[in-house]
């Protein structure tokens, strides 16, 4: 059996939650393969949000099992008070959710570095929760994995992250105070965490034969460490190839990379935006659509779907599929914009998705026509609305091969 992979397309905030959450309705496993808890996806149910950040979407299924794999970062607090937040709305993740022993852990320091470098001239905007820096630890070779974290050796790898920053951050205070405050803060999540943590090498290895994955990619293509608006990327890598890498996962039994675009376009943080709309169209767009950080609540940029970047996402992606959200968003909108070749197509706006026949809006058709010409790519669905009945299917797509 081959299992999908949903990635988004843009610069995140795309709504990968929403085909996620339809896809774990049948699958066994959905298994995250990057990032942490700079993710932030947002789920309606039953008239409830709930926001997950390092807890994969399959949380809301109780039959579905959630596996964290090697490719993510944790930060063991704010994972505990994820853990309280489904908790408190009624969800239970006992016995169906591992964290991979691999995963790396971030702690106070790493979260204080990436505060000194985004104080600076230089920044990135971040989420600042300290990802950048954990994965360079793991690439450092001086970063704390979760199955030390748990074990009995892990103040020795706490010391060793402490001297390694030690020599190469000035001006962050590395005396004793701040590493018993790393040590103080870390040791309340140890035992929590403990019974999460998987040791299994290849825990999919059997597993993928026959039981339904859903492999779950955080932030999008264009955030890619390689592949993305480098330095104004994340720091790991988002593509549907990473997959099989960052879980791991028998990579033959990967199967299409679908990918997730918004019918327009937002960013947070700094870096290139040709499209973006002048504050004063922005802020409604924003405002109808939510358009603010799920992690950090930060107003997020707006502008017109661009076609150019959505394209080269899509090669790099490997991605001939694309499930759109939020095009309910635009109705009402006298005229779409769209950037195609550096230019600015306008097309006439729809007043609802969907008609009374239950159809797609005929304007609306012809715009995802230019999307699927222009990208050689088919939508296969829309997001419709924010709640998890609120699909619609335009072309059949079977997401599990045989
Ligand atoms: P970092 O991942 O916190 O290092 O942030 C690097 C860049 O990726 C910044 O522009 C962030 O705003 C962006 N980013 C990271 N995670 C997400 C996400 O889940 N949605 C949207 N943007 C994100």
Redesign the pocket.
């Known amino acids: 059996m081959k299992h999908p992979v949903v990635v988004?397309l843009q610069?995140?905030?795309e709504g990968k939650g929403k085909l996620t959450d339809f896809l774990a309705r049948d699958a066994a496993w959905v298994i995250r393969f990057n990032?942490g808890s700079?993710?932030?996806h947002t789920l309606h149910v039953g008239g409830k949000k709930v926001v997950t950040h390092s807890v994969p979407s399959g949380v809301l299924y109780p039959k579905c099992r959630n596996f964290i794999g090697s490719g993510c970062v944790l930060e063991p607090l704010a994972f505990r008070k994820e853990l309280q937040e489904l908790s408190a709305a009624g969800i239970s993740v006992h016995g169906r959710l591992w964290i991979d022993y691999r995963v790396h852990l971030t702690a106070p320091l790493h979260r204080a570095i990436?505060a000194i470098r985004e104080a600076g001239s230089k920044k990135?905007?971040?989420?600042?929760?300290g990802?950048?820096p954990t994965y360079a630890t793991k690439a450092f070779r001086t970063g704390i994995r979760m199955g030390d974290f748990v074990g009995s050796s892990w103040e020795e790898k706490l010391r060793d992250l402490f001297e390694s920053f030690g020599a190469l951050v000035q001006g962050l205070e590395m005396d004793e105070a701040q590493y018993d405050f790393n040590f103080d803060v870390l040791s309340k999540a140890r035992s929590e965490l403990s019974p999460f943590v998987s040791r299994d090498p290849a825990p999919f290895a059997s597993v993928s034969e026959n039981q339904k994955c859903v492999l779950e990619g955080?932030?999008?293509v264009m955030?890619d460490i390689d592949h993305g608006t480098y330095p104004?990327?994340?720091?790991?890598h988002t593509v549907g190839a990473y997959a099989p890498v960052g879980v791991p996962f028998p990579y033959r039994r990967v199967g299409a990379s679908v990918g997730v675009a918004k019918a327009y376009l937002t960013?947070?943080?700094?870096?290139p935006f040709p499209s973006e709309l002048p504050e004063d169209q922005a802020d409604r767009i924003r405002m109808k659509g939510g358009e603010f950080?799920?992690?950090?609540g930060?107003p997020?940029r707006v502008g017109w779907l661009n076609l150019d970047e959505l394209r080269t996402a899509m090669l790099l992606g490997d991605c001939e599929h694309i499930f759109l959200t939020k095009s309910d968003i635009l109705s009402g909108e006298k005229e779409v914009k769209v950037m195609w070749q550096g230019k600015l197509h306008v097309f006439p706006g729809w007043e609802s998705v969907l008609r009374a026949d239950g159809k797609l809006d005929s304007a609306l058709e012809s715009y995802l026509q230019f999307i699927e010409q222009k990208t050689n790519g088919t939508v296969i669905g829309l997001g419709t609305g924010p709640e998890r009945e609120s699909m619609f299917w335009r072309r059949p797509f079977s997401f599990w091969e045989n």
């Open positions: 988004g610069f995140g905030d990032g700079n993710a932030g990436e990135v905007g971040t989420t600042r929760k990802i950048g955080a932030q999008a955030l104004f990327v994340t720091s790991s960013r947070v943080g700094e870096g950080g799920a992690t950090t930060r997020r």
